[in-house]
Nanobody, 119 residues
Framework: QVQLVESGGGSVQSGGSLRLSCTSS?????MAWFRRGLGKEREEVAG????????TYSDSVKGRFTISQDDSKTTVYLEMNSLKPEDSATYYC???????????????WGQGTQVTVSS
């Protein structure tokens, strides 16, 4: 069973930055960051193929968020810049065994970390 542990959430003012981290207990094909804001549907904001790279981003975060990984292929980061109040959400790390141009097919989930952006 793959276990994911996230860290790095918190509160920041609009325009600020935060960095999320997620460490997996096993190497998988891909990892991704999803979020669910209050009253909103879950959205995959960024994903990455751990073996070949090629990150994907949702239109809502493209140019502001960057997903990266470390050499162990078990830790991914989400660098979030120019944060907006609408970025406020619970952010979930996910891992899976299938990756496509649409992102990572999530099979395992972290517990979530809260990001709050105030105006």
């Amino acid at each position: 069973q793959v276990q994911l542990v996230e860290s790095g959430g918190g509160s920041v003012q609009s325009g600020g930055s935060l960095r999320l981290s997620c460490t997996s207990s096993h190497v998988t094909v891909c990892m991704a960051w999803f979020r669910r804001g209050l009253g909103k549907e879950r959205e995959e904001v960024a994903g990455i193929d751990l073996h070949y790279g090629g990150p994907t981003y949702s239109d809502s975060v493209k140019g502001r968020f960057t997903i990266s990984q470390d050499d162990s292929k078990t830790t991914v980061y989400l660098e979030m810049n120019s944060l907006k109040p609408e970025d406020s959400a619970t952010y979930y790390c996910a891992a899976g065994s299938q990756y496509s141009m649409y992102g990572c097919r999530a099979e395992y989930w972290g517990q979530g970390t809260q990001v709050t952006v105030s105006s």
